[in-house]
C-alpha cells in the first residue's frame, strides 16, 4: 500500500510538472514577441496556435484558409532557437504555396487566398548553429499567429 501511494503522488507530480510546462508554450501567442501591429481591418484569425516541436524535424500543421482573404502569418519560437523554415502546401494537390526559405527564412508572410482551402503549414526549426546535448533542448515551443482581412479590389 506504501509503494502505490508513492507512485501516485511520482505520477502526480509528474503530471503537474508536465501541465505547468505546456502551459508556458499556450501562453507564448500572447508574449511581447507576438505583439505587433498589424494594418487596420487586420482580426486574430482563429487558427492561430502554438505547440511544442522537436527540433531538425518537420512538423505539419492542417488549416483551412478561406478565400479572398489576405492574411498575415508570423513565427516564431521561445528563447530564439534559429531559423525556422516554413512552407504553406495545398492539401488538394500537394502544390507548394509558399516557403520562406526563398526569402532567407524570413519569420512572417503577407499573402492572399483566391479560393477556400485546405492547406498543410510545414514547419522545421533549422538549429544548426545551436548545440542539442541535453534532452530539454530537442522541443522548441513554436508559436504561429495569424491575421486577416477580407480583401476588396
Given at each position: ?5 508513492l507512485i ?9 510538472s ?5 502551459q ?5 501567442l500572447e508574449?511581447k ?9 487586420f ?11 522537436e ?6 500543421f ?15 519560437t521561445?528563447?530564439?532557437?534559429g531559423?525556422?523554415?516554413f ?18 527564412y524570413?519569420g ?6 483566391e ?7 510545414e514547419?522545421?526549426i ?28
Amino acid at each position: 500500500m506504501k509503494t502505490l501511494n508513492l507512485i501516485f503522488v511520482f505520477l502526480l507530480v509528474v503530471f503537474i510538472s508536465l501541465t505547468a510546462y505546456n502551459q508556458e508554450c499556450n501562453d507564448f501567442l500572447e508574449s511581447k514577441i507576438f505583439k505587433i501591429t498589424v494594418p487596420k481591418k487586420f482580426v486574430n484569425y482563429g487558427q492561430s496556435k502554438s505547440e511544442y516541436i522537436e527540433v531538425s524535424k518537420p512538423y505539419k500543421f492542417e488549416m483551412v484558409f478561406s478565400g479572398s482573404q489576405e492574411y498575415i502569418m508570423n513565427i516564431a519560437t521561445k528563447n530564439d532557437y534559429g531559423s525556422v523554415q516554413f512552407r504553406i502546401i495545398s492539401a488538394e494537390d500537394n502544390m507548394v504555396l509558399y516557403d520562406n526559405k526563398k526569402y532567407n527564412y524570413k519569420g512572417s508572410a503577407n499573402f492572399y487566398m483566391e479560393k477556400t482551402q485546405p492547406v498543410t503549414i510545414e514547419v522545421t526549426i533549422i538549429a544548426a548553429d545551436k548545440q542539442y546535448s541535453l534532452p530539454e533542448n530537442l522541443w522548441v515551443c513554436l508559436g504561429i499567429k495569424i491575421f486577416s482581412k477580407k480583401y476588396i479590389e
